[in-house]
């Protein structure tokens, strides 16, 4: 099974950063279009392929520019996660993901995957650790070997954190992925 993560491009959120960090909802500049069309064309996809991406803006935005018309699913459970947790950070307003009718309202009648867990509140950007290895084995779980690509199109924590539980060992901040970075591996 291969995993492909995908950074969003540049987000409105990183203008006069970290002034903007506040920011509800922001979508991907100019220039994060142009960082992931350029991705596009680097990035081999087919329709049998699962794609998971982010309830954001900024992820949605990037999946519909690297799909091209094909489908893709929406889920919480790929959502913004800080990295290394630390509850005394504040929540940030671009962290806020995007509720199941904003979705339907923006997007038609684009898949979501939840399980019915309850975490569209706040996504899983703060929850602890254990609930959310226990949300993360559940969607892997699901995934099972139905699949032989998987492509997140996520954020750096996120990508961060299900690195570390497919496996990998001693990562940190200085492993992130930059705008439009991708990072593949294969289990």
Known sequence: M???FIRHGHGEHLN??????NTLHPS?????KFQVTQLRNEITMDPDDLVLVSPTTRTI???????????????????????????ELPFLACDHILSKTEITDLYGD????????????EGINRI?????EGYAAR??????KSYKKIVIISHDGTITNFRILLGEKGLTKNDFLGEAGVYRMSL
């Open 2 to 4: 291969d995993f492909t």
């Open 16 to 21: 006069d950063y970290p002034n903007r960090l």
């Open 28 to 32: 991907l500049t100019e220039y994060g």
């Open 61 to 87: 935005e990037t999946a519909t520019i690297i799909k091209n018309g094909m489908d893709f699913i929406i889920s919480p459970l790929v959502g913004p996660r800080m990295f290394p947790q630390n509850p």
């Open 110 to 121: 684009t898949e979501i995957l939840d399980f019915n867990l309850d975490c569209w509140k």
């Open 128 to 132: 602890e650790q254990d609930i959310f």
């Open 139 to 144: 969607l892997l779980e699901w995934i099972g």
